[in-house]
């Protein structure tokens, strides 16, 4: 008989998931704020984001969490770069290994596909963010202005 393991990714093993910024390609980004079930840092504004399932690839995983989240598919997706994200959550040392990607969507088309992650979603302008951003925002911002990638 098989024995199930009790294990958490990004605490017993290095996570690996898939950040990405949607945008209309006009200047705006869609965001979304995190509901009270998810597992870190409720009720902050989020650009969105997955674990990476056994077999796919980074892109792959990218525009499956697009379309669970916001019901779209990605157009002119860009990878910007890789990085190590060590944190605490709730006193434990979490890391997680992040790809970080752009995407254009249709905002026409966007709606919440996880309702149960998500209370509400909205478009705004770079660097008109609604507050609390989630911890990671600045840094991913900074990451693609490095890249040199407009949005």
């Known amino acids: 008989m098989k024995k199930s393991l009790d294990v958490r990714k990004g605490i017993d093993f290095i996570g690996v998931t898939c950040v990405f910024v949607c945008h209309d390609g006009k200047g705006n980004i869609l965001l979304h704020r995190r509901s009270g ?10 650009t969105g984001g997955g674990s990476m399932e056994f077999g796919e690839t980074f892109e792959e995983t990218v525009k499956r969490e ?14 910007i770069t890789f990085l190590n994200t060590l944190r605490m959550h709730e006193g434990i040392p979490t890391h997680w290994v992040k790809a970080l990607f752009t995407a254009e969507v249709d ?37 693609i202005k490095r890249a040199g990638v407009k949005i």
């Not at 998810?38 to 989020?46: A, K, L």
């Not at 019901?71 to 002119?76: D, F, I, L, R």
């Not at 209370?119 to 840094?139: A, C, L, N, Q």
């Open 107 to 143: 905002p026409r088309k966007v709606k919440i596909g996880e309702p149960d992650k998500m209370d509400e979603i909205g478009w705004f302008p770079v660097g008109k963010f609604p507050k609390p951003m989630h911890s990671e925002t600045v840094r991913n911002f900074r990451m």
């Open 37 to 46: 079930r998810c597992r870190d840092e409720q009720g902050v504004w989020d």
């Open 66 to 79: 697009i379309r669970e989240e916001y019901g779209v598919t990605a157009k002119h997706l860009k990878q």
